[in-house]
């Protein structure tokens, strides 16, 4: 039986990842849990699961918690704040760690379990996007698996299987459009933050629901794809497929193309995550061609979605342009979420701060680098939106 430890266990992907612990009971057992401030989820999920260790990361609901499960028996450990979150990641029983934390605040977790020897269960593409000249040279430091869980990059691992050193050719990412795909471009400016939370296929989080809705959500996957497979940027193609049936496809060298399907569900990215190299029998819906009906394919709009030329150009410039990319993008989002500002204006200050950063982008960074890049890139963000034509003054960050 494995033993697993889920961060960012009160969200889309962590509740997603206890429903499969749940049901295969024979195979999975939870020995850790953190998550940010969901006391009430987390004490369901406590009672449920019988984890050994759990934190929750916002350090002043660490009472409510303890008073939430004062009758559990046995107690797990209660631990609070980011440093309780990285112990828990890295705590001994776990053979892997489920990322299902959002944002860049998955990275030092990430890397303590890598550290610690755990198998990495990766969710959280910001962790990859950030920390990757970092992370990816532990991964192999520590020889530990990073196994895809975002639904893209594990069609193309499953499609991998067997493929010999160097049959890849190209990837070619699927993207549902998000949640203006039938939106005329005009029709942008009138975006609300509700509209931008109405994704088409997909029930997810609130921040990659607006990373969709830009079609930063597949400028990120380009960067993840070329972190994870390897392969050159003009290698990597997107493609707007409405129905996401398909999740992505690989192209060998001999002009084979091979795609992985299924109805969209995040769980088979997060159960064969989890069972590789095994496949575990589910009585989940099976895919029914005929029900799924048209498959369909379309050219991404570039002009009307600037965030994947961003993306490309940043993941070529790479060093630390990814991460600032990554945390420009965060913030921008979390303002436009609390209507700070407008939909349009994500993209405008990616770029900005983008193209600043772009002077002085380091090479070869390392962590402490990493990390005083996205923390750059935030303020810059605020700036840049108090700077916009007619904005109203955003806030100071903290
Ligand atoms: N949802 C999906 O289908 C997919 C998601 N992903 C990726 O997976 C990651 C998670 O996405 P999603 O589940 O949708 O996001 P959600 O917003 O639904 O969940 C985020 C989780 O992270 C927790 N959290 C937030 N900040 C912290 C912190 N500082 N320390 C500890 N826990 C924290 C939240 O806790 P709380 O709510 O208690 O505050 C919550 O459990 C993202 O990186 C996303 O890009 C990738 C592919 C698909
Ligand atoms: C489920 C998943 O992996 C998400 O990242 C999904 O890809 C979002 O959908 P689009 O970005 O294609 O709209
Ligand atoms: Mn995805």
Known sequence: MKAITLIGSTGSIGTQTLDIV??????????????????????????????????????SKLPELKSAIKDVEPQPTLLSGEAGVIEVARYGEAQTVVTG??????????????????????????????GAPVVLPLIKKHNVK??????????????LQGIPEGGLRKIILTASGGAFRDWDVKKLAEVTVADALKHPNWSMGR???VDSATLMN???????????????????????????????LIELQDTSVLAQ??????????????????RIYTDWERLDLV??????????????YPCMNLAYNVGKAGGSMPAVLNAANEQAVALFLEEKIHFLDIPRCIEIVCD???QQNNSNPNLEDILAADKWARQEVIEAANNLQNAPKVVSIR
């Not at 109805?263 to 159960?271: F, I, K, T």
Request: charged share 20%; aromatic share 6%.
């Open 291 to 304: 029900k799924a009906g048209s498959l369909t394919f379309r050219e991404p709009d570039h002009q009307k």
């Open 22 to 59: 749940a049901q295969c009971p024979e195979q999975f057992r939870i020995v850790g849990l953190a998550a940010g401030s969901n006391v009430e989820l987390l004490a369901s999920q406590i009672r449920q699961f019988r984890p050994s260790i759990v934190a929750i990361s916002n350090e």
């Open 101 to 130: 934390i959002v944002g860049c605040a998955g990275l030092l977790p990430t890397i303590a379990a890598i550290e610690a020897g755990k198998d990495i269960a990766l969710a959280n593409k910001e962790t990859l996007i950030a």
């Open 218 to 248: 597949k400028g990120l996957e380009v960067i993840e794809a070329h972190f994870l497979f390897g392969l050159d940027y003009d290698d990597i193609e997107i493609v707007i497929h409405p129905q996401s049936i398909i999740h992505s």
């Open 207 to 209: 921040k990659i629901t």
């Open 146 to 159: 990073l196994l895809p869980a975002d639904s893209e990059h594990s069609a193309i691992f499953q499609c």
């Open 356 to 358: 600043r950063h772009s």
């Open 261 to 278: 399907l299924g109805w969209a569900d995040m769980r088979l990215p997060l159960l064969y995550a989890l069972s590789y190299p095994e």
